[in-house]
């Protein structure tokens, strides 16, 4: 089991590699780049990160498998496979809805088309030799002439009963890309129904501070995607959902929204507070099912933010 870090997608570009060689110094088993719609590609991310690294293990979580030809998504895939070997990990999704309508790339069907991608992407990457002519992929006789020696895993960041158990019938390990808690974790792991060798990973809002009103303060910002219908999965079996729904429609400002989050709310979905409470949260995630926690670190300043972690992070 490993702790990670992921890689703010609105990092100033001179900050990108001092961030990737801290963490990778400070001992973060890995580091996830995002590829959100708007801020920077995941493949060029880790490519740069990986080439400024020795050790890390870079995750790309995650790249929306519809906006890519499964052919060119695993020709990327398999250069950094073999540059850096048993370093990168792919991570494929659905792409968040609304980004994806805006670029013109929001599949028929989501569910088909994740599954027709990570399909083939996994087969060629393995060396085999690809005709399919689906609903969403075609291709015909496409194979890699050099594929790697060493696949990179492919795991699916999803949400949902039956994206979950897509991921897990056809992907090495599924990515939790939202703020976990640890009954989000254990249901998921249920839904996706692989057995132990199937990876389980998830992201976790950080702040560590011996200030535990100051960590909750700085976790707060991150917290607006709370009580929306993306974010449903993520709380279901938390005992205040129907009130975090509530607040969330009645207080359509994000900043208003986060400011009456109750603190306990806050506890239980961030991991924030001195480095012992981290510590033993990184625990009970694990204990949950996740194989990886990855920590997402908060504040103006984050490669200060990333210092901070440096108590929590290692096995």
């Known amino acids: 089991m490993s702790t990670g870090?992921?890689?703010?997608?609105?990092?100033?570009?001179?900050?990108v590699l001092p961030f990737a060689r801290r963490a990778d110094a400070l001992g973060a088993g890995s580091l996830w780049v995002v590829e959100d719609l708007g801020f920077r590609g995941g493949f060029a991310q880790a490519a740069?990160?990986?080439a400024v690294t020795g050790r890390l293990h870079v995750g790309l979580g995650i790249a929306p498998a519809a906006a890519r030809n499964p052919a060119f998504t695993a020709m990327e895939a398999a250069t950094l496979a073999e540059q850096f070997p048993g370093r990168f990990t792919l991570g494929l999704g659905h792409g968040v809805p609304g980004w994806m309508r805006r670029a013109g790339a929001w599949a028929r069907s989501?569910?088909?088309?994740?599954?027709?991608?990570?399909?083939?992407?996994?087969?060629?990457?393995?060396?085999?030799t690809v005709t399919l002519q689906g609903e969403h992929v075609h291709l015909d006789g496409v194979r890699l002439e050099a594929p790697p020696a060493t696949p990179p895993l492919v795991v699916a960041g999803v949400r949902g009963p039956r994206s979950?158990?897509?991921?897990?019938?056809?992907?090495?390990?599924?990515?939790?890309?939202?703020?976990?808690?640890?009954?989000?974790?254990?249901?998921?792991?249920g839904q996706i129904g692989a057995g132990p060798q199937h990876r389980l990973l998830g992201y976790a809002l950080t702040a560590v501070d011996e200030d535990a009103d100051r960590a909750r303060e700085a976790v707060r910002p991150g917290l607006s995607w709370a009580g929306t219908p993306d974010a449903a999965a993520h709380t279901a079996s938390s005992p205040y959902a129907a009130e975090l729904r509530a607040l969330r429609e009645r207080t359509p400002d994000d900043e208003e929204f986060v400011r009456l989050l109750p603190g306990e709310w806050v506890d239980d979905l961030t991991l924030a507070g001195p480095a012992d409470r981290v510590r033993a949260l990184i625990g009970a995630l694990r204990a949950a099912g996740l194989d990886e926690v990855v920590l997402l670190p908060t504040g103006a300043d984050r490669l200060a933010?990333?210092?901070?972690l440096a108590d929590v992070l290692g096995p």
């Open 48 to 50: 740069a990160v990986l």
């Open 5 to 15: 870090v992921v890689l703010p997608r609105d990092l100033p570009a001179a900050d």
């Open 110 to 128: 989501p569910l088909t088309s994740l599954a027709e991608h990570v399909g083939a992407v996994r087969r060629l990457l393995h060396g085999e």
């Open 164 to 189: 979950l158990a897509l991921a897990g019938r056809l992907a090495d390990g599924t990515l939790l890309a939202e703020p976990v808690t640890p009954g989000y974790a254990r249901a998921a792991r």
């Open 305 to 308: 933010a990333l210092d901070s």
